[in-house]
Each structure stands twice: as structure tokens, then as C-alpha cells.
């Protein structure tokens, strides 16, 4: 099935998933760091994923890997 087919709430778990495994390669132990990240939905009800609260080391560490990154030339584009 490709990602297309799924329906919002199975394309939410989906993403969840991806964004876990992103972190864990990035260096993050996402048990730890964040313990939270799970399929959710948002304020409206919509399907989304729900991040939790970090520790501001955590944070800290996303920022500077996003900013290195940033910095190496790597973009993605958002729409």
C-alpha cells in the first residue's frame, strides 16, 4: 500500500514511525529524549503526531542538529 492509500490516522502512525527512526539515526535514544512522540491528534481533532515535552538538553541537541544540518546545505521543502 502506498503512502497515499492510507487515511489520515493510519498515515499519522505512519509519520510517528518515521520521525522515531529519523531521530534513533540521527543519535537520539527516542525512549529517553522523547518518550511522548506518538501518533495524536491535534486541538481540532485531526490525526497528527504528538511530540511531548523535552528537556531543555533535548531540545538543545534537535536544535543544534537542525542547525548544523541547516548550515551543511540541507532543505526540505515544507509545502
Same mark, same amino acid.
Given at each position: 500500500?502506498?503512502?497515499?492509500?492510507?487515511?489520515?490516522?493510519?498515515? %499519522?502512525?505512519?509519520? !510517528?514511525? +518515521?520521525? !522515531?527512526?529519523?531521530?534513533?539515526?540521527?543519535?537520539? @535514544? #527516542?525512549?529517553?529524549?522523547?518518550?511522548? &512522540? +506518538?501518533?495524536?491528534?491535534? #486541538? %481540532?481533532?485531526?490525526?497528527?503526531?504528538?511530540?511531548? %515535552?523535552?528537556?531543555?538538553?533535548?531540545?538543545?541537541? &534537535?536544535?543544534?542538529?537542525?542547525? +548544523?544540518?541547516? @548550515?551543511?546545505? #540541507?532543505?526540505?521543502?515544507? !509545502?
Amino acid at each position: 500500500m502506498a503512502d497515499d492509500d492510507l487515511n489520515p490516522t493510519e498515515a %499519522s502512525h505512519l509519520i !510517528a514511525d +518515521r520521525l !522515531a527512526i529519523a531521530l534513533e539515526d540521527a543519535g537520539f @535514544n #527516542v525512549g529517553t529524549a522523547f518518550p511522548e &512522540l +506518538r501518533q495524536g491528534w491535534d #486541538v %481540532s481533532g485531526a490525526p497528527g503526531v504528538r511530540i511531548g %515535552s523535552v528537556t531543555s538538553e533535548v531540545a538543545a541537541d &534537535l536544535a543544534a542538529l537542525l542547525f +548544523r544540518a541547516t @548550515n551543511a546545505g #540541507v532543505t526540505l521543502p515544507l !509545502a
